[in-house]
Every structure is written in C-alpha cells, then in structure tokens.
C-alpha cells in the first residue's frame, strides 16, 4: 500500500520554463511534506518543505503547493535550469515520533532540464 | 554543525556472503537513525529505524538486519545476501522534522 505517490517517473523540460512535480497521499493524518532532490550516487538533500496547516511555501525558484482536501502537492521550479536535472523525492510524515513520525517517501520523478 | 558519514561507497559482494554497513553521525545527540534502501523503480523504501541505543524496528520483512552499538552508530548487516539485496543504501539522521542523508552505498551482489 503506498501512501505517498508520484506517478510521473520522469518529465523533461525546456530551459527557463516553468517544472511541475506532482505527489498525492493517501493517509490524511500526514502532516508534513518535504521534497527531497537526488543526484546519481549521492544522498537525498533536503529541498524545501511544507506544513499542513499552509497551502504554499515559496523559497528562491522553488514554490511547494498543499491541496490538503485532495491530498496532493506540487513542486514548482520556475525558472528550470539544467542543474536542476535530478531525482526528486516526495516525502510526508505525521509529526510525532515513533513509527508515525518516519518519512515515508514516493518512488521519485526524474527531472531532466534541456538546455 | 552536525555531519553523516557512511561507508563503503560502493560494494560488490557474491551471494551468500556477510554484509556490514557502517554509518555515524557527529554533531548531535540521541538523532533517530534511519536505514533507508533505493531499488530501481521503488524509490526509498525505509528498512529499519531507531530511536535510541539497542532500538531497532523494522518496517518490512528481510534478509537484513540492523543494530545501534552507540548513540550515533548505526550499522546495516546481513549473515548471507541474496541477488535481490541489491541497491542503494542510504543511513539517515533526524531530529526534527528532516531527515539528513549520508552519500549512499551502492551494494551490487553477484
């Protein structure tokens, strides 16, 4: 049972155009949301974030939009650039501790930016 | 400031041999550990967790285990792999609402 979904593997996009990711939950006692960014051979690193109680957090290119009554997230880049070509992850968690609090991850969408 | 290492970057280990992976954090205390695996197409799949010394839970049925000899120790093994342990694994710290990731072993078993 996957709780957390995106269901696009992959997107390609033109250099200084605008990237959607998309991510949908399924367990509505998620709190939190976090996207994470991956390079081949390397950890995850933390990207940007969102609590429940918002609906949009914004940081420099990257915007994070909640829609908590349909259960889904997107990522905005705006404008893509080349080096944004990665994995990205999609990431909730229940804010307490224990086996609730853990993030639970997506399968991730590649990005791949054209120049 | 706080700083995961994990080791080996890479590994290549025949089927039916033992496993050790290694995995330390410095600069915090008592962080929740994380062993987290990436097989193609799956994603991160979290594989065991702890939040203490000698805490381990695990989150799905497998050929691995985990232990926590020391506050910010967290170590991945198994006592024969199989072809299907293959991936990338991943050791993660949190102690807040983000998790921190180490730079990953990419286990081959051949």
């Known amino acids: 049972d996957q709780q957390v979904k995106q269901n696009s593997p992959s997107l390609s996009v033109q250099e200084g155009r605008i990237s959607i990711l998309n991510c949908d939950y399924t367990?509505?006692?998620?709190?939190?949301f976090l996207w994470y960014k991956k390079y081949p051979a390397e950890g995850p690193t933390f990207l940007i974030s969102?609590?429940?109680?918002?609906d949009k957090n914004e940081d420099g290119r990257f915007t994070v939009f909640l829609n908590k009554s349909a259960k889904h997230l997107s990522l905005h880049i705006v404008p893509s650039q080349p080096g944004d070509s990665a994995v990205y992850f999609c990431a909730a968690k229940r804010n307490y501790g224990g086996s609730q609090g853990n993030l639970i991850f997506g399968k991730g969408t590649k990005l791949s930016v054209k120049p | 400031s706080q700083t995961i290492h994990q080791w080996p970057a890479t590994l290549v280990q025949p089927v039916g041999s033992p496993l050790s992976l290694e995995c330390t954090v410095e600069?915090?205390?008592?962080?929740?550990l994380y062993w987290y695996r990436q097989a193609a197409g799956r994603g991160l799949q979290l594989l065991f967790y702890s939040v203490g010394i000698g805490q381990i839970s695990s989150e799905v049925p497998q050929n691995l285990s985990a232990s926590r000899p020391q506050d910010r120790q967290f170590i991945l093994s198994s006592k024969k792999l199989l072809l299907s342990d293959s991936g990338f694994y991943l050791c993660?710290?949190?102690?807040?609402?983000?998790?921190?990731f180490g730079q990953g072993t990419r286990l081959t078993v051949v």
């Open positions: 969102i609590s429940s109680i918002k």
């Open positions: 600069g915090t205390s008592n962080p929740n």
């Open positions: 993660a710290w949190s102690a807040g609402m983000r998790a921190f």
């Open positions: 367990n509505s006692m998620f709190d939190y």
